[in-house]
């Protein structure tokens, strides 16, 4: 019971650090130094036009159906992690490789914050540390505690 105690305070934890600290979905037109710069890095032949800024976790750059296509829906489906959705025409992008994997990085990084704030899955899983494993019909025949 402590155990589940200490883990569950762990991620209130973790959740009120990251909730003070939400950041906006970004998305961004870019300018022609901007696009060169973000063919150089992510080929050629790839059609960029916008990106779209995910606070320190990434970033994606791609046409604007493409972008706009994300920021649509991630502010909705993560809003532990993104306070608003802004679209700007100048944002200065320090690193304009596309992010590998990013809405699974998302996800790793909202699902903790999501149990956190819910008390329904703080109880799901104190009922999962608590349950004892089951044993089998040798194991009770053969004398196993």
């Given at each position: 019971?402590?155990?589940?105690?200490?883990?569950?305070?762990?991620?209130?934890?973790?959740?009120?650090?990251?909730?003070?600290?939400?950041?906006?979905?970004?998305?961004?037109?870019?300018?022609?130094?901007?696009?060169?710069?973000?063919?150089?890095?992510?080929?050629?032949?790839?059609?960029?036009?916008?990106a779209l800024i995910c606070g320190p976790h990434g970033q994606?750059?791609?046409?604007?159906?493409?972008?706009r296509k994300y920021y649509s829906v991630w502010c909705k489906?993560?809003?532990?992690?993104?306070?608003?959705?802004?679209?700007?025409?100048?944002?200065?992008?320090?690193?304009?490789?596309?992010?590998?994997?990013?809405?699974?990085?998302?996800?790793?990084?909202?699902?903790?914050?999501?149990?956190?704030?819910?008390?329904?899955?703080?109880?799901?899983?104190?009922?999962?540390?608590?349950?004892?494993?089951?044993?089998?019909?040798?194991?009770?025949?053969?004398?196993?505690?």
């Amino acid at each position: 019971m402590a155990k589940v105690l200490l883990k569950n305070h762990r991620l209130s934890q973790r959740y009120e650090k990251t909730t003070k600290m939400k950041y906006n979905l970004t998305l961004v037109t870019l300018n022609e130094s901007q696009i060169e710069k973000a063919k150089e890095i992510n080929g050629r032949r790839k059609t960029i036009t916008h990106a779209l800024i995910c606070g320190p976790h990434g970033q994606i750059f791609g046409t604007e159906t493409y972008c706009r296509k994300y920021y649509s829906v991630w502010c909705k489906i993560f809003p532990y992690i993104f306070d608003k959705s802004i679209e700007v025409c100048e944002h200065e992008i320090s690193n304009y490789e596309t992010t590998f994997n990013l809405v699974n990085k998302l996800i790793e990084i909202h699902d903790p914050l999501e149990k956190a704030a819910n008390p329904v899955w703080q109880e799901i899983e104190s009922i999962r540390e608590n349950k004892k494993p089951k044993k089998g019909f040798i194991s009770r025949l053969f004398g196993g505690k």
